[in-house]
């Protein structure tokens, strides 16, 4: 009889975060438990969560909820940015057995010996000072893709952003054991690696607040493309001044890493982006898609948008419109910005009112789907490579092209975490690319 406790898990926010969850999940299998989803009877459920928008806050009670349907005598522990900036409101929510801050998460099972229920919510934070060392993460086994951590933290202040308060300084993996974490992945069979952190294009400041680079975020991209047998390498969000020529150059002629950036805008407007502490005004953006564009045409950028910043007129979000109208990107990530306490954002004068954030959000929503769809009629008749997922999505098995064009056909297992060369042939009514495999089967 297996008697063995069993872990789930649940994850709220970013690629990071889910970086974060595999190795705490990890942590516990080397205990001896058992991971089950999180939809299965538990004796522990552990939450991580998020504090980028109020959204990921409130969503926070109703998993909580839903983790005590399926067992009502479980252990339920916070962890991650909401655990660290609000410790005690997370504890107090009915259910919660412990909350753990950003530098006791990756400790959690020396919290847990007996599992027995708590009358109230035990907390273990830290003072965001004492977030200084670096603990390296990946993800496997989760997705066909993996995750890798390679940078934690950020010394920038942007005025809207909590960040900095719930992950401290920014910090780097070292090179060398980016390199072995990666090779790690690569022997597993996982066909993708892509690259998180929370500001990746920082990497190499050393731990302990140590301001000065190791290396820099090009050594280490030239440094990955070496490690033998993975397929595909992918760069997750970059801000666009540490995004250099030289690394956008390399990329392009790389061996495995594809061509799709994320960059982080935020907004069209100079005057918004100085209020917001951003480091570039829209040039320099412009600058950046024009260098991608100019060395790979068929590159994918998306891009992250927030709407409504206080002091945002209807005049600064016309121009953020139009500038985002005129650049050859691909999509939008679009925020509609909401109030964090501890920011200077929430202090600034010039609130914009609710359903003014919400319209113009729809708006910028509807010029996405737009740019998607010129993004992948302009792919239609191109010879890509698919790397397909390990979801049975209604009878259709989905993938992503290198420049992420999501692509459909029927579902077929053997399919699954292999890469295939096809064509892409027309745009189904749902907005995905149906596509003929070509002759050369990869793998």
């Not at 950028?301 to 002091?311: E, H, L, N, R, S």
Request: with cysteine; proline share 2%.
């Amino acid at each position: 009889m297996n008697d063995r406790k069993k872990v789930a898990f649940y994850t709220l926010g970013c690629k990071l975060n889910f970086s974060e969850t595999s190795t705490i999940a990890r942590n516990f299998q080397d205990e001896g438990f058992d991971r089950v989803d999180f939809s299965e009877v538990a004796d522990i459920y552990v939450i991580n969560t998020c504090s980028v928008t109020e959204n990921a806050d409130k969503r926070f009670k109703t998993i909580v909820k839903q983790a005590q349907k399926y067992n009502p005598h479980a252990f339920v522990a916070a962890v991650g940015c909401y655990a660290q900036l609000k410790p005690q409101e997370l504890a107090d929510v009915h259910g919660v057995d412990l909350v753990l801050g950003a530098t006791e998460k990756f400790k959690i099972t020396d919290y847990i010996n007996d599992l027995s229920k708590n009358d109230f919510g035990e907390v273990h934070s830290c003072e965001i000072e004492d977030a200084d060392f670096y603990v390296g993460s990946y993800s496997i086994g989760d997705r066909t893709r993996a995750f890798l951590k390679v940078q934690d933290g950020c010394d920038y202040k942007c005025t809207y952003c909590t960040i900095p308060l719930a992950r401290g300084i920014s910090r780097s993996d070292e090179l060398s054991n980016v390199l072995s974490n990666a090779k790690e992945i690569s022997e597993k069979g996982i066909k993708e690696i892509v690259l998180t952190g929370v500001n990746i294009g920082d990497y190499g400041k050393g731990e302990f607040g140590n301001k000065k680079h190791e290396h820099t975020f090009y050594e280490l991209v030239q440094a990955l493309d070496e490690v033998k047998n993975i397929e595909r390498l992918r760069i997750s969000s970059i801000e666009p001044n540490l995004l250099k020529n030289e690394t956008i150059e390399f990329v392009s002629k790389s061996n495995s890493f594809v061509p799709h950036f994320h960059i982080p805008l935020q907004s069209g407007s100079n005057a918004i982006l100085k209020l917001m502490r951003r480091r570039y005004m829209k040039e320099l953006y412009l600058d950046r898609v024009s260098k991608i564009k100019e060395v790979m045409p068929h590159a994918c950028i998306g891009v992250d948008v927030i709407v409504g910043f206080p002091g945002e007129t209807d005049e600064h979000f016309l121009e953020t419109y139009n500038f985002l109208n005129q650049l050859e990107i691909s999509y939008l990530h679009v925020f509609t910005y909401s109030e964090r306490d501890n920011t200077v954002a929430a202090e600034l004068e010039g609130a914009v009112p609710k359903n003014v954030r919400a319209k113009r959000s729809k708006m910028l929503r509807g010029l996405s789907a737009k740019m998607r769809r010129a993004f992948y009629e302009s792919q239609i008749g191109c010879n890509r490579t698919v790397l397909f997922e390990n979801e049975n999505k209604e009878g259709y098995i989905h993938g992503f092209t290198e420049n992420y064009v999501k692509v459909k056909t029927p579902w077929n297992p053997d399919l699954v975490n292999t890469l295939h060369s096809v064509e892409l042939a027309n745009i189904d009514d749902d907005g995905l690319v149906r596509f003929e495999f070509s002759k050369v089967h990869l793998a």
